[in-house]
């Protein structure tokens, strides 16, 4: 079996006002000098192979497939 994370961000110039109220909200609660929140999404996934290489091709396919929102979101796959 092989442990996996896909982490999945929204691209650079993209509207974040989920990030936006999250940086407010921290700032109101006394976290001063937070300068920018971007928020994004963490997929733990386990897969029932142990070819890593394939592992990692199956990762990406379900990122660019459903995970992630490939118009405004990119990802990373990290193989634990």
Do not use: C, W, Y
């Amino acid at each position: 079996m092989i442990k996996a994370r896909v982490t999945v961000t929204l691209k650079n110039g993209v509207l974040d006002p989920q990030g936006k109220a999250i940086e407010h909200a921290l700032d109101g609660l006394g976290f001063s000098g937070v300068g920018q929140v971007r928020q994004g999404k963490v997929f733990d996934i386990v897969l029932e192979t142990s070819d890593r290489a394939e592992a990692e091709a199956e990762l990406k396919a379900m990122a660019e497939k459903l995970l992630a929102n490939m118009v405004i979101e990119d990802f990373t796959v990290e193989v634990l």
